[in-house]
């Protein structure tokens, strides 16, 4: 698990920068600035949830944190394929970033599923 966290520590971080960078182009190049805004807040949030999650008080505290990271992936997904379906962003650019969003999903949804069953394996 310990090795998991790490990888998905460096990856949730590699990601916001990567958000953070496609915000500077978009407001730059683009003159996007609503959207951008929105990418820009939920495409760093999983990161630093991942981090609170690292801290957590509980296992309910760390699944609750994860949750949290999910559904600003979700969203993040979201605003993604807003930006991409108004031709802000290219198929490339698109799919390039969008593979890493589901990624770090998947991550994040298996850490909350092996930390229910450890939860309810030890409550039994």
Known sequence: MEKRKDVLSEKSMLFAIRIVRLYQYLVAEKKEFIMSKQLLRSGTNPGAMV?????????SDFIHKLGIAQKELGETIYWL????ATEYLTKKEFDSIVKDAE???RIVKSS????KRNINSNSK
């Open 51 to 59: 981090r609170e999650a690292g801290n957590a008080e509980s296992g």
């Open 112 to 115: 909350i599923l092996t930390k």
């Open 103 to 105: 990624e770090i999903t």
């Open 81 to 84: 394929e807003l930006l991409f």
